[in-house]
């Protein structure tokens, strides 16, 4: 399996901007549909945005719609997720994912085989 390691989180006062980043050490994904997920305490998996492996179409959820922006670095092998205007619903632990098998974006986190340990981002007041 493919390791992801992301970085990135802190804590940040609502209203605030973060930059969380992905890479994978000693691999590439960049054929990859690569995907950003989050979980909040005592709430399941969400999907957040997804690119694919151009880098020419992206997907988010309604929540991050026009807030967020995921891009990719092909030559760098990184995938990152620009934060803005931070809420305090965007407390999460933020997941960088990969799909070998995608040929469309996807939003259900089932479809993505590789998965990094986590980013924990906290949206304070």
């Known amino acids: 399996q493919v390791q992801l390691v992301e970085s990135g989180g802190g804590l940040v006062q609502a209203g605030g901007s973060l930059r969380l980043s992905c890479v994978a050490p000693?691999?590439?994904?960049?054929?990859?549909?690569m995907g950003w997920f989050r979980q909040a305490a005592g709430k399941a998996r969400e999907f957040v945005a997804a690119?694919?492996?151009?880098?020419?179409?992206?997907a988010y959820a309604d929540s991050v719609k026009d807030r967020f922006i995921i891009s990719r670095n092909k030559v760098k092998n990184t995938l990152d997720l620009h934060m803005g205007s931070l809420k305090l619903e965007d407390t999460a632990v933020y997941y960088c994912?990969?799909?070998?098998?995608?040929?469309?974006?996807?939003?259900?986190?089932?479809?993505?085989?590789?998965w990094g340990q986590g980013t924990q981002v906290t949206v304070s007041s």
């Open positions: 994912a990969a799909c070998s098998v995608c040929v469309s974006l996807q939003r259900s986190p089932v479809q993505y085989d590789h």
């Open positions: 000693g691999r590439t994904f960049s054929d990859n549909t």
């Open positions: 690119i694919d492996w151009l880098g020419t179409n992206t």
